[in-house]
């Protein structure tokens, strides 16, 4: 049916976002050698062990679909156990931060634009986002989104690219100040609501100062658990079910109260 064939084109969009999707995703491009063997049982392994059940992995043609909804090739499957493989990889999972924070002027209240062009649906994924960081306690950051472009630290925008990233957002400056943007891509509005505010919640997480939790770019974050699969700052995006401890905890020690 042509409507399903088009929503499951979409899906491919959503699964194209799942590696790289935002500020900075370079990721380790390891290519698996073997691909003519069936190492179906191995990959299903590998993803059992990225956090999917079992009975949600199901395989069609050349991709896995995992949780009904979200397709990975195989192919993308072999180059994540070959990166893991890889002896002189340093092991992930910890959080890391970059080289700047937002300083104590501006952490107990980032204030953020949101242009006029934003549509209504990001707009709530950003208030959405504001708010999750606000309620993370034990830590001093806030953010607030003011209706003015006076005395705004970021703003947030739209933009446009035939391309696998949802969001992108710029690192806190080197004086102190929170990341100057976050681009939102339009080619994703048809994201699920949930997913767009967990992307929009990273985004924040960048202009603040996190890296990627399931890379090893940046500053580890001494004290973060070592292995955090659902942590917002993952390079690829998940439905929104709030911050893990680790999330947490990363942000107790970046932004202490
Ligand atoms: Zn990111």
Redesign the pocket.
Known sequence: MKTKSIYVHQIHFLFLALSM?????SKDNVTADVKSEDNTEKLVSYLETQGFKKDKIVLKGDNFILDGDVIISKEEVEKRVANDANPDRIPSGEHWRGAYLVSNTYNTNVRLYIDPAVPAAWRTAIQGAVNNWNAVNGTRLGMSIITSASGVYTRVFMGFESANWIARAYLPTSNGRPGVSVEINSNFNSLPASQKLFAIT?ELG?TIGFY?TDQTQGIFITGTPSVDANSV?N?FVLNWAGFTSGDVRATQILYPQ
């Open positions: 999707f935002l500020f900075a995703c990273h960048h990627h700052m390079s």
